[in-house]
């Protein structure tokens, strides 16, 4: 059984190797990551500092019709972006920090999902997964929380198997998290001091803890493996499959 302080001692072990490789992973991964899962999007106000009445310009009448026209292409391009880009990228920086674990640090590997043969099953997997999420949270926010530890494994998994059906890849994520939700949720509590602190330094301390809550997290999908094949829920065949390019 895994702990919090074995995950986060492996590793610092990890990051002493080669820390600020993994921080440019991390900065990536920060953009890309989508494992809170559900459609969340911030619009924020921008003061362009331009002195000019619309009025003068635009029918005031248009002007839910030009709102509801801008906000559906924002959505869509957001949607876009999130299901083509992000979450691919998700993929490749979850894969560098699998390979970190082995002290092997390769920036390139952040591409992994694009490359032939990946892409499609990838993108696939993830927007089912992220469909999921997004129902159980209409229901409840706790049945979303829920399902998105569920589905906490699921770009580690296709890390390593990117040709894996997703309903497999779904399943795998959902057994190999059963019993083990509530202390993932305690191990992502456990970084809040940190993330704290910080704060403090107008923020941009925050980016500095990335690295070690994502180098923890893949020390965790280890422990999460291994307690897999112990259980025979799955075969390194599965989940290491030999690389075909």
Excluded at 95 to 114: C, P
Excluded at 195 to 208: E, K, P, R, S, T
Excluded at 210 to 236: C, F, M, N, V, W
Aim: hydrophobic share 50%; with cysteine; glycine share 6%.
């Amino acid at each position: 059984m895994w702990t919090r302080e074995g995950l986060k001692s492996n590793a610092k072990e990890v990051l002493r190797a080669s820390y600020w490789t993994a921080f440019v992973a991390a900065l990536v991964l920060g953009f890309a990551d989508s494992r809170a899962g559900g459609f969340q999007f911030e619009f924020k106000t921008i003061d362009f500092n331009i002195s000019l009445d619309l009025s003068e310009l635009v029918d005031p009448s248009t002007f839910p019709v030009l709102f509801m026209s801008f906000f559906s292409l924002t959505f869509l391009i957001a949607t876009v972006s999130l299901v083509f880009l992000m979450q691919p990228l998700e993929v490749g920086c979850r894969r560098f920090f699998l390979e970190g674990t082995q002290l092997r640090f390769n920036l390139w590997e952040i591409g992994y999902s694009f490359r032939r043969g990946r892409y499609k099953n990838i993108v696939l997997t993830l927007f089912v997964r992220r469909v999921l999420i997004f129902a159980a949270s209409l229901l409840l926010v706790i049945p979303g929380i829920v399902l998105s530890y569920a589905y906490t494994a699921v770009p580690y998994i296709l890390a390593e198997n990117p040709s894996i059906p997703y309903n497999r890849a779904l399943q795998l994520s959902r057994e190999m998290t059963r019993g083990h939700k509530l202390n993932i949720w305690v191990l992502d509590l456990s970084f809040l001091g940190w993330i704290l602190l910080g704060m403090l330094a107008c923020g941009i301390g925050v980016l500095f803890v990335q690295p070690y809550i994502h180098a923890t997290h893949a020390q965790l999908y280890l422990a999460l493996r291994t307690e897999a094949l112990d259980k025979g829920l799955t075969s390194l065949e599965e989940l290491s499959p030999p690389v075909v390019e």
